[in-house]
């Protein structure tokens, strides 16, 4: 049974920064597509990033065009663990935030519902 638990949300000022983590436990090596999404009260999931495994490379990233520059998501070597290093945190980035993980990517990457496991989220808030 595949698990996927996040954790390192909080509260930073405009500016600050702020690392997610993403455990997956039970078939993760088999996980090629594991992403992150958010979503704040009233909008809809939205896809940040994600990394996808391919036989001859480490990984390539995606980004949102609104994360670009300031996110970096990385996976461990075990490919257990998903992070997103946030840097120049906003206040438009305030939301929870979603881990997601698949076997293999159908669609755009930012097409949350190819995504079967998901966590339960972790809340990010950005206020001064």
């Known amino acids: 049974q595949v698990r996927v638990v996040e954790s390192g949300g909080g509260s930073v000022l405009p500016g600050g920064s702020l690392t997610l983590s993403c455990v997956v436990s039970?078939?993760?090596?088999?996980?090629?597509?594991m992403g992150w999404f958010r979503q704040a009260q009233t909008n809809e999931r939205e896809g940040v990033a994600a990394?996808?495994?391919?036989?001859?490379?480490?990984?390539?990233?995606f980004y949102a065009d609104s994360v670009k520059g300031r996110f970096t998501i990385s996976r461990d070597s075990a490919k257990v663990t998903l992070y997103l290093e946030m840097n120049d945190l906003k206040p438009e980035d305030s939301a929870m935030y979603y881990c997601?993980?698949?076997?293999?990517?159908?669609?755009?990457?930012?097409?949350?519902?190819?995504?079967?496991?998901w966590g339960q989220g972790t809340r990010v808030t950005v206020s001064s």
């Open positions: 039970g078939s993760s090596d088999t996980m090629n597509l």
């Open positions: 997601a993980a698949a076997t293999s990517a159908r669609e755009v990457w930012s097409r949350a519902s190819q995504y079967p496991y």
């Open positions: 990394r996808m495994s391919l036989l001859t490379k480490s990984g390539v990233p």
